[in-house]
């Protein structure tokens, strides 16, 4: 299965495709989307748009993995906006007829970790040992967007092994 | 110049379309379009899409006027999901090459009654007397979009008199 993860923003956009067998995950691409700072919020959100339109033509997932957005209260215009890029994203992989599967921050840690509270410095050297890079997953948002679809990746792996899956968080 | 407003909704969006000249506003059109309760946000969002696409085919406005968001705070989740549904409809006008006008809900009040903090059904009954409306305009999701694109107008009027309006608030 061929998972994409994305990360939303109206600035920039971290993806991150993995193929993901049973027990393995591998990296296939993973990389950043930027919107030029002076288009307008619509230019911007268009723009995301087209991208998400490419990279879903060129790397066919099968599952698309967004974090959850709840969880930003503390920061709620940049939550709002975030909302804003997320939104485009969610449509157009509906409208290529992609699943999308959303996991709030907390699940995504402790999927890969074991430990919801895990540090963003923790989350980046277990993705560099799973996916075994030459180094940490940098920008953060190309990390997010790694820690998404390896989330992804381990609960549906769940699901095929008839394993433990009651806290799978499809955001339906 | 045809003004199309627009009030975001994941579950209802209200839509009104104003004919506006210099001094006079005439409705054309004015209603909701919903989303099924039993999909996910994702096939929500495209159902919008694919309605906000309809309604710029069939209307053919001119500029969309929207609310922004940034005033609900209080409700971070609602506005979050609200977003979503917002950005959106910004990223369909732009890959129609429509304009988009973006307005605080103060500013809507104040240029429809003259005072930022009039009541629901003050607006409402001004949009009835501006508009000669039989009846006051609903539900609310019709009667704030009516709000947005009527403060459109007499931004635009403004400026196209050359009047003043300094405090045109495009969300750029």
Redesign the interface.
Known sequence: MRILGIDPGLQVCGYACLEADRDTERLIEAGVFKTSSDL????K??Q??EDVDLLLEKLRPGMVAVEQ??S??TH??T??????????I??R???AGIE?K?FSATRIKKSITGNGRASKEQIQKTIQTILSLPQLPEPSDVADAIAAALCCANEVSNILVGGASPTLQ???
Chains 1, 2 share one sequence.
């Open positions: 307008s919020i619509e230019a959100l268009n995301i748009a957005l709840y930003h209260y709620p215009r939550a709002i906006l975030m909302g804003h890029a997320r939104g485009v969610l449509q992989c509906a409208q999308v959303s499809s955001q339906k």
